[in-house]
Nanobody, 124 residues
């Protein structure tokens, strides 16, 4: 059974950092495109970052230079390091995975497997 479990969310002050983790079970991440999406209250889910099988990466414009996605295939885990956090980063963050080629990292509909989400709150 394919399962993704996120962790690492929480409350952080503006300018602070968090590292989100997403542990996979039931499949091997090596062969998947992995993405992080977020959804703030009242807003649509948006693509934040993703990483391909060959480790090429995509970042949404508002997080470029602040967030870093990485994968550890030995641990079957994908990470999102978030630095210089802003209140507008507040959202529930979801990891997603898909084995098909040509995934659009901006489209949640392109990803077939999802975690349950972890809440990130940036507030003083």
């Amino acid at each position: 059974q394919v399962q993704l479990v996120e962790s690492g969310g929480g409350l952080v002050q503006p300018g602070g950092s968090l590292r989100l983790s997403c542990a996979a079970s039931g499949f091997t991440l090596d062969y998947y495109v992995l993405g992080w999406f977020r959804q703030a209250p009242g807003k649509e889910r948006e693509g934040v970052s993703c990483i391909s099988r060959s480790d090429s990466t995509y970042y949404e414009d508002s997080v470029k230079g602040r967030f870093t996605i990485s994968r550890d295939n030995a641990k079957n885990t994908v990470y999102l390091q978030m630095n210089s956090l802003k209140p507008e980063d507040t959202a529930t963050y979801y990891c997603a995975a898909d084995a098909r080629y040509g995934r659009n990292c901006r489209r949640s509909a392109d990803f077939g497997s999802w975690g349950q989400g972890t809440l990130v709150t940036v507030s003083s």
